[in-house]
């Protein structure tokens, strides 16, 4: 049984899923061992992912390899209705509706909960917590997460002692965050805000909080449109780092003056609030790239007055000036575009096919395990291979010179 908005809009899906599958070769190639194999075979994959065709690939991948699955939305906003209907249609149970209230997205992690799964795959966290929570962790084996909060969280139950299970950080993958994080995050922002708004960045002050990969990626691709970027940090080395890139740094209380454009990619929350709105300029524009939609105070906004002005966009008046709250703060990349390329998510995922595969061969102690390096070399080795780019082999002299310790100038 699913709980999707509209089964008839599977056609729609099916034809989007398979345009997103024919960017993802590597996912594909894993797909087709995965049906001759069935790595699967008898057991339950819960997932709490945003439900995209690119999700949609990675899931039909785990059903071609035997597994029954399971899928939950990891954000009420991201979620693709006529993709939940073609997976449905495919035999996936999906329990997602874009624009769920807080109340039925967590009923829809409840539902995976309920299916008792023996793997699962999350997206931010919420569904290990309620798995958790719910105390019936007995029968999972473990489970792969996605993304850095997601990471984040997991190693604070680890430490906590409270992680009952092993958990596979793909997110920490050098071919997952490397690539996704920074020029998916880069690019997908970017779309978000340009379709929710059609603003020009060219000659705008572009404010991006926080400088992980998420946010080196998002500076960058806004240098390139044009746009004036100021990074704002807490972590003095990659406040160096954004310095050493050629960005302005300063504290948000001066950035929040000179901004048009704002954009949170730091995990944490307030990182945008009262003080700044109070500051800022007559136009202001205000997004969230963050996995949850905590880092813009959007509650001390709302006590302003405020309307819907066009999709994904609210007007805020603050103190006589107009600010814009983009997709009531939640990841603007899913919510007003269509999330990172398919291009890029193929190797996030094949990590994801790859780490679920390893959890049904070995058997991991309870805590955070990283992606073993051989699968991130052989995504890479995949996607090279994709993309028709060939590279080098080291010569027998040069392996030898690497080894010994013996030779200097
Ligand atoms: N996270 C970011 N972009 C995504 C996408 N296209 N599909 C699933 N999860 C995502």
New binding site residues.
Partial sequence: MSRIKDASLAEKGATRVEW?GRQMDVLRRIKGRFSKELPFKGLTVGAC???????AN?MLALKAGGARVVLAA?NPL?TQDDVAAYLAAQGVEVYAVRGDSTEEYHANIGEVVKAEPDLIMD?GGDLTVAVHKKGNYGKVRGGTE??TTGVIRLESMAKEGALRFPMVAVNDAMTKQMF?NRY??GQ?TLDGIIRATNVLLAGRSFVVAGYGWCGRGVAMRARGMGANVIVTEVDPVRALEAVMDGFRVMPMEDAAREGDIFVTVTGDRAVIREEHFRLMKDGAMLANAGHFNVEIDAAALRKYPHRKLRDNVEEYEVGGRRLYLLAEGR?V??AAA?????A??DM??ANQALAAELLTRKKLEPGVHRVPPDIDREVARLKLESMGVRIDELTEEQRKYLSSWKEGT
């Fill in positions: 997103a992912m945003h439900v995209t065709t690119e999700t990675l990891s991201s997206d996605e993304t996704d998916g995050t997908s990841l990349n899913l269509e999330g990172h390329p398919a890029v998510m996030s995922f």
